[in-house]
């Protein structure tokens, strides 16, 4: 049996031993693959808000706070005050892309943030240039850019990462790194046998397995160097065997894919609240008009296909038709991206739901979503930098499920169905960082208010 810290009280069977966790000393590394709109937005942000300029919103580990105890014992620290967290201050960025733009000249090509603050922010943000990419063009269809690395196999690439790494860290004075895809999505390409075994994966690697796609690579040597990696893209990258291996055995945390923002997120704010008052969907259609890289990019059928498999399997996962046959049995759920440049980073994202009630009557739902896509990401890729550093000064390694909260696929461990209820995954996170701190953990049973 395993006691809180905090409390003395016992933890339900098989909730592990708290960890100690090592503290937040010194700086943290940020090293994005890919430094577009979703990065830069992210960057310019954290700069942003260290001078006063905005507020980070949108970021649970800034503004969140976590209840403790019962009810009644006022106790609801902010999260960045509970659990030992990186500050803001102690952030460092770097990446890779295939354009040689620093991160001010991308970040005012991607037109997200108003150029009277980025005008503002242009000293921190020219010093940050964009190291040399590892880039196949069958994997990103629909650009090309100079800045990538030409010598020798992939292997050879994935060696000059894990320097760039080294580099970077010694020049930067970081104590610690962590690495995020915000590059491109990739093609659709399922695990082949080089994904299965590390043996097979690196074999690969030195024969340029044209099925190793280019964020394995960074993958790869994120692992290789113990760097947790996190997936904002929905490409296979770490999902599979070998890399998942590799990370446990040198005891990184890893999470993914694919951050969940506008049309997604809503639809796992909604569709579980169907589902908990037992109404029927009979139809689901979504589409989108978006005009930045990314809508470019996604106009490709190939890299569609891999976002596509993402945003449909929601859902499926929510609704649980086998469960509930007679209320989403026959669901049709069709989800279109569609490139449209006037709209640029500012997505318009339609919704038809067609649902039913008491003795089947249909009724219907409309939403129309003018979003912000960076400005929708750029928190979540802070939230997700901080944890995984947290996870693993406290010696988490593997799949951090409880981060699932983040995307629209989550991974999950092989035969576990994925969690996508965006409030049980709040539950499960915030659940976990009671638990690193010894604290009770809160099941809302809440009877003992009412002996
Ligand atoms: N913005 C959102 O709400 C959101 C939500 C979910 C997922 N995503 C995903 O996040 C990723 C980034 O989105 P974005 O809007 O910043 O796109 P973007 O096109 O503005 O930026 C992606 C950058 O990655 C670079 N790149 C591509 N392949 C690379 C490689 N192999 N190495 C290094 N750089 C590479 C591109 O040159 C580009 O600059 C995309 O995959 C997107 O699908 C975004």
């Known amino acids: 049996m395993f006691l809180s810290r905090s409390t003395g009280h016992p933890y339900a069977e098989g909730v592990l031993m708290t960890p100690k966790i090592a503290p937040a000393k010194g700086k943290l590394g940020i090293l994005t693959p890919g430094m577009g709109a979703v990065a830069t937005t992210f960057m310019a942000g954290v700069e942003a808000v260290k001078k006063n300029l905005g507020d980070p919103v949108g970021s649970l580990t800034q503004l969140g706070t976590i209840r403790l105890g019962k009810r ?65 063009k069958n994997y990103v269809k629909r650009i090309d850019g100079p800045n990538v ?64 796609a280019p964020s394995q690579v960074y993958a790869y040597a994120a ?59 009979s139809g689901w259609f979504s589409t989108n008009i978006l005009g930045n890289r990314d809508g470019e990019v996604l106009d490709d059928p190939g890299s569609f296909k891999t976002k596509e498999e993402t945003k449909l399997s929601v859902l499926d996962q929510i609704l649980q038709p ?6 989403y049995k026959d669901l049709f759920h069709s989800v279109k991206i569609n490139y449209y440049p006037p709209r640029g980073d500012e997505k318009e ?3 038809n739901i067609d649902i039913f009630g008491w003795l089947g009557y249909p009724m219907q739902i409309k939403i129309d979503f003018l979003c912000r896509d960076s400005i929708l990401a750029a928190p979540l890729v802070l939230d997700l930098v901080l944890f995984l550093d947290l996870a693993q000064r406290s010696g988490m390694k593997g799949i951090q499920e409880w981060l699932s909260f983040y995307f629209k696929a989550p991974m999950t461990a092989p035969g576990l169905y994925p969690e996508h209820d965006v409030f049980i995954q709040l ?25």
């Not at 604290?439 to 009412?450: A, N, P, Q, R, V």
């Open 223 to 281: 692992l290789k160097s113990g760097v947790p990696f996190a997936n904002g893209a929905p490409n296979l990258t770490h999902d599979i065997p070998a890399l998942l291996g590799l990370a446990r055995d040198h005891n990184v945390p890893v999470c993914g894919k694919d951050f969940k923002t506008g049309q997604t997120y809503m639809k796992t704010l909604l569709a579980p609240g169907l589902k908990a008052r037992m109404l029927g969907c």
């Open 427 to 451: 539950m499960k996170l915030k659940n976990t960082l009671r638990w690193l701190k010894g604290e009770e953990l809160i099941t809302h049973l809440g009877l003992e208010y009412y002996d």
């Open 349 to 351: 994202g339609w919704d």
């Open 149 to 212: 690395k030409t010598k020798g196999s992939l292997k050879d690439k994935a060696e000059a990462l894990i320097d760039d790494m080294q580099t970077f860290k010694k020049d930067h004075g970081c104590d610690r790194l962590v690495m995020i895809w915000c590059g491109s999505t990739e093609v659709f390409h399922r695990a082949a046998p080089v994904h299965q075994t590390l043996e097979a994966f690196e074999k690969g690697l030195a024969k340029n397995d044209p099925a190793i």
């Open 72 to 136: 009644t014992d006022n106790r609801s620290p902010k999260i960045k005050e509970f659990v030992p967290l990186a500050g803001l201050n102690q952030l460092v960025f770097g990446g890779w892309d295939i354009f040689e733009d620093t991160a001010y000249e991308a970040a005012v090509h991607a037109g997200v943030l108003k150029p009277e603050l980025l005008t503002k922010l242009k000293p921190s943000l020219q010093k940050i240039k964009p190291m040399k990419a590892v880039f196949d």
């Open 322 to 327: 086998g469960l509930y046959p007679e209320l």
